[in-house]
């Protein structure tokens, strides 16, 4: 890519080199029939009047090469519009990459950001060995974030929820305050008291 673009710069330079010559020509080209123009007047003030063909030979080769620079210069802008749209193509392209690198650069200044106030709060993993422990209710509960189909098993299960009572795959959600049941034990029952 790197080459291309300085292959392309070389190219854009050359024509513009090219496109600054073919203004020299024309520049030339005024001078020279200004210079014509006094030299006939100044010979006309000395009674010297160059014949007719004279001027139209000098007329018609003074239009050829104004054509011909006109063409050059017509094909120097194409040249240029084509190496134009081509560069900014490429810099199209390196903007894009340099966005990518801006936002995966800033997704993992959040992430280690996260991982800092977790550290902060939870203490360090690495430290602390029961996240090793519970690694796999972990992994249970952000299945869904990596599987579509333990999502759509997920979904699934809460949606048993939300079905009528009479529903034979779900029960729905209770309208009001969940009681609890007695307590089955006297164990159990010094704890919930």
Excluded at 41 to 68: I, Y
Aim: net charge negative; glycine share 4%; proline share 6%.
């Amino acid at each position: 890519e790197q080459e291309l673009k300085a292959a392309a710069d070389s190219v854009l330079s050359e024509v513009r080199k090219k496109q600054a010559d073919t203004k020299r020509m024309m520049d030339v080209l005024r001078a020279l029939e200004k210079l014509r123009k006094l030299r006939k007047e100044a010979a006309g003030r000395k009674g010297v009047c160059p014949p007719p063909s004279a001027d139209e030979a000098f007329e018609n080769q003074v239009e050829s090469l104004k054509t011909l620079l006109k063409n050059r210069t017509e094909l120097y802008e194409a040249e240029e519009r084509a190496l134009r749209v081509m560069l900014e193509g490429e810099q199209e392209e390196e903007r894009k990459r340099e966005m990518e690198k801006k936002q995966k650069k800033e997704r993992e200044k959040l992430l280690q950001q996260k991982l800092e106030i977790d550290s902060k709060l939870f203490g360090d993993p690495d430290e602390f060995p029961l996240a090793h422990l519970l690694q796999p209710f972990r992994e249970y509960y952000l299945q869904a974030e990596h599987s579509v189909a333990a999502l759509i098993q997920i979904r699934h299960e809460w949606d048993q929820y939300l079905v009528p009572a009479d529903h034979p795959e779900g029960s729905c959600i209770p309208p009001g305050w969940v009681l609890p049941s007695l307590p089955t034990n006297d164990t159990w029952a010094t704890a919930v008291r």
